[in-house]
């Protein structure tokens, strides 16, 4: 595996005329990233991650400071699943031309996550951007558990990029939790407690496949989750499709955030 810390050294040295699959992630891998970049090596003949904490997309320096950081043990990860390259860049080296760093979403896309987190959203595509506009890869592997972020990457890409995104499922415990960085930060107890939050929302989810008019229930959903102490950001059901609020028994999805000790997890079903 070749380690790079700089964009325009990996861009010498790397040929993305080449079938190259790129996977972004702020490191502490877990198997959900390990699932992305097995589908990048089955795929693509080569595979390139990056490792960059982006400090735009945090609403808060006490989160960016406690976000878990694991480098020796990500780069031993990488080395066993054979990644060619890994890009390790410097904020410098990413934010050093601030022109093309502004991105803006739209009023109607200030949902969900962006409701609730100004700023982080332009801050995502922002680096992303940056990304793609020196590293021409072919394809892009993004998690499905960051269901909004794809939608807006999705922007992004058909207007200014030909990399095409290859969407992976989430990937869950055996609990159900959806993997996460963020689960780094939790205690056995608050484990537990997000397993909860992920099982009551399937089985939900379930009877409303079965049931469309048991979505009207969603606050009940909601007041069962908060008796276990758990703190609910939004609970809301979306078109799969668009993220409006226009839906169907065949193209809802519900989406939910919530927070435990003051780390913030998301899923949807």
Same mark, same amino acid.
């Given at each position: ?18 079938? /190259?699959?790129f /996977? *972004? ?12 970049? &097995? ?10 991650? @990056? %490792?960059?904490?982006? *400090? ?8 960016? !400071?406690?976000? *878990?950081?694991?480098?020796?043990? +990500? ?6 699943? !054979? ?5 390790? *860049? ?7 031309? !601030?022109?093309?760093?502004?991105? $803006? ?24 951007k ?15 558990? +960051? ?17 095409? %995104?290859i ?9 159900l939790?959806?993997? $996460? ?5 939790? @205690?056995? &107890?608050?484990? =537990?407690?997000a $397993? ?26 909601k007041?069962?989750?908060? $008796?276990?102490? %758990?703190? %609910? ?5 979306r078109?799969? !499709?668009?993220? @409006? ?5 065949? =193209?809802?999805?519900?989406? /939910?955030?919530?927070?435990? =000790?003051? /780390?913030r997890?998301?899923?949807n079903?």
């Amino acid at each position: 595996m070749i380690i790079f810390k700089s964009i325009n050294k990996l861009n010498k040295e790397v040929n993305f005329k080449a079938n /190259v699959g790129f /996977v *972004p992630t702020m490191g502490a891998l877990h198997k959900g990233h390990i699932s992305l970049i &097995k589908s990048s090596k089955l795929k693509c003949k080569k595979t390139l991650v @990056s %490792i960059f904490i982006n *400090p735009s997309q945090f609403n808060q320096i006490s989160d960016f !400071k406690k976000y *878990p950081r694991k480098l020796n043990r +990500d780069i031993a990860i990488l080395k066993k699943l !054979k990644v060619d390259y890994l890009l390790i *860049p410097k904020k410098n080296d990413i934010y050093k031309n !601030k022109k093309n760093m502004k991105v $803006s979403i739209s009023k109607k896309d200030k949902i969900l996550c962006a409701k609730f987190r100004p700023g982080h959203f332009e801050g995502v595509l922002a680096v992303i951007k940056q990304f793609l506009t020196h590293i021409k890869a072919k394809y892009i592997f993004l998690g499905e558990k +960051d269901y909004q972020q794809i939608h807006l990457i999705k922007n992004v890409i058909k207007n200014n990029f030909n990399t095409k %995104i290859i969407i992976c499922k989430t990937i869950r415990l055996k609990n159900l939790l959806a993997y $996460s960085s963020r689960n780094f930060l939790l @205690s056995k &107890k608050e484990i =537990n407690k997000a $397993s909860y939050v992920a099982k009551t929302t399937k089985k939900f989810f379930a009877m409303c496949k079965n049931n469309y008019k048991n979505l009207k229930k969603i606050n009940n959903l909601k007041k069962k989750i908060e $008796s276990k102490g %758990i703190k %609910i950001e939004y609970l809301e059901v979306r078109n799969k !499709k668009n993220l @409006s609020i226009n839906t169907n028994k065949s =193209n809802f999805k519900i989406f /939910v955030s919530f927070y435990l =000790n003051n /780390v913030r997890l998301i899923d949807n079903f």
